[in-house]
């Protein structure tokens, strides 16, 4: 059995503020230290029903957040960028996929650090006339190559729009109660790492339960930017129609299409925010 495991920071135990993501940050070395321990305890459940492979992919930011050392060497790591699947890079041929330290999108409330994929330019993310966030994103990608998302870890929100996006089979932890968006109620690590190895055990044993998310093709992907100029620059991307003056649409047959679209509209997004700065 194949485990992936993609790995979020927002969504970590103890984590409510951007000082502990942030790699200039002077909480980000504990932040760290907490993202591996969530890390560890889902490898430990991962071993203990059998699985003869692990892969983690660090999908925060620059990705270069999980130090190999301090992880359980039975994993391997996936760990910089760009990746061609960023989030969900390994997901390939596994036979369950567990998203740790995920965080819900931009708009839900109350929802620790929410935003959607590239916080500094999209508002809003629909595919096929669902709004989603990260996390839907790459259940659904998954689902293009066969894979189940069994298990999710982060505030209540986040865990209660997968659960209705994925479905009841899915398995969650919930390691802290959002209060706001940098606010939160906080279980102890030993508490929630004993969570952690008690729902991803209870998710591949309960295997034979989950599907993989798939949705019919055609693929509407309908991007609401923060500001026009980002809509704009996005509108350049062949195949792009305007919607209004933040949005666009991008229509696709496959959800690996889609998925590729998003990431590049994301870029051109950012790209007149970067020039201010050149």
Request: aromatic letters at 6%; charged letters at 20%.
């Amino acid at each position: 059995m194949k485990v992936f495991i993609s790995v979020d920071m927002e969504g970590i135990t103890g984590i409510a503020d951007w000082r502990s993501v942030m790699c200039k940050e002077a909480d980000y070395a504990e932040g760290r230290e907490r993202m591996a321990g969530d890390v560890n305890a889902a490898i430990e459940a991962v071993l203990e029903v059998g699985a003869d492979e692990i892969v983690v992919n660090d999908a925060h930011d620059r990705m270069t957040n999980l130090v190999i050392s301090k992880l359980n060497p039975a994993a391997r790591l996936i760990t910089g960028s760009t990746k061609p699947l960023g989030m969900m890079q390994g997901v390939e041929g596994a036979d369950a996929a567990l998203l740790l330290g995920y965080h819900a999108r931009m708009g839900a409330t109350p929802a620790v650090l929410n935003h959607t994929f590239v916080g500094g330019a999209f508002s809003r993310v629909w595919l096929n006339d669902t709004e989603v966030g990260e996390a839907e994103m790459n259940a659904a990608l998954a689902g293009y190559f066969g894979v189940p998302v069994v298990f999710i870890s982060g505030d209540q929100t986040v865990c209660d729009l997968a659960r209705t996006f994925i479905g009841l089979a899915l398995r969650t932890a919930v390691v802290k109660h959002a209060i706001g968006r940098n606010a939160a109620e906080c279980k102890h690590p030993d508490v929630t790492s004993g969570m952690i190895r008690k729902g991803v055990k209870e998710s591949l044993e309960k295997l034979s339960e989950a599907k993989p998310v798939y949705l019919h093709p055609p693929y509407e992907l309908v991007i609401e930017f923060l500001g026009t100029e980002m809509a704009e620059s996005a509108a350049a991307f062949v195949g792009t129609e305007p919607v209004d003056g933040r949005t666009v649409r991008y229509r696709c047959d496959t959800m690996l299409d889609a998925h590729r679209a998003m990431r590049s509209l994301g870029m051109l997004g950012v790209f007149p925010v970067l020039l201010r700065h050149v």
